[in-house]
T-cell receptor
């Protein structure tokens, strides 16, 4: 059974710092991996999607990497800003029904 | 930009009552999903729906739950007899293919 784990559960950094969020999954047979942002009480905003054949994806200050064989992904945020404060969720897609399996998230606080 | 919408944003109900959560997926999408997130817990997959039938469902999706696409535009989740533990945020998602999903803003269900 696929399990997704995110470390750390919470992170607090000063503005401007570069940071890395970690995601691990137990079964390497995935179609793709997706990173989401969730603001308190709100929905899910997709940040990056990495196909199983890809090693990384970039969007602005965000870079996500995928090492499928070791069951790991990282989300790198460069030059963090207070507006980046949110919960970041990692999810893997297995099977052809589109089902996503989520990690518990990392709650990030960026202090001005 | 097209988006998934959900109504109501917040639903309060008494234990044992039936509730229907409504979603309007993006118009040309073919795959539809429901997820839920109990406060402080992971986002959990409930069900996927394609070609007018359930393609996959989780252990959570028991006989108390049902889904329907009644008119070609709405996608509904019905909970027949709500329990306290059904209190959660319910997210609808849709996609054109099973390899990515667009999420709605969620409906917060409170069962008293």
């Amino acid at each position: 059974k696929q399990e997704v784990t995110q470390i750390p559960a919470a992170l607090s950094v000063p503005e401007g710092e570069n940071l890395v969020l970690n995601c691990s999954f137990t079964d390497s047979a995935i179609y793709n991996l997706q990173w989401f942002r969730q603001d308190p009480g709100k929905g899910l905003t997709s940040l990056l999607l990495i196909q199983s054949s890809q090693r990384e994806q970039t969007s602005g200050r965000l870079n996500a990497s995928l090492d499928k064989s070791s069951g790991r992904s990282t989300l790198y945020i460069a030059a963090s800003q207070p507006g980046d404060s949110a919960t970041y969720l990692c999810a893997v897609r297995t099977g052809n029904t589109g089902k996503l399996i989520f990690g518990q998230g990392t709650t990030l606080q960026v202090k001005p | 930009e097209p988006e998934v919408t959900q109504t109501p944003s917040h639903q309060v109900t008494q234990m044992g009552q039936e509730v229907i959560l409504r979603c309007v997926p993006i118009s040309n999408h073919l795959y539809f999903y429901w997820y839920r997130q109990i406060l402080g817990q992971k986002v959990e997959f409930l069900v996927s729906f394609y070609n007018n039938e359930i393609s996959e469902k989780s252990e959570i999706f028991d006989d108390q739950f049902s889904v329907e696409r009644p008119d070609g535009s709405n996608f509904t989740l019905k909970i027949r007899s709500t329990k306290l533990e059904d209190s959660a945020m319910y997210f609808c998602a849709s996609s054109f293919d099973p390899y990515t999903q667009y999420f709605g803003p969620g409906t917060r269900l409170t069962v008293l």
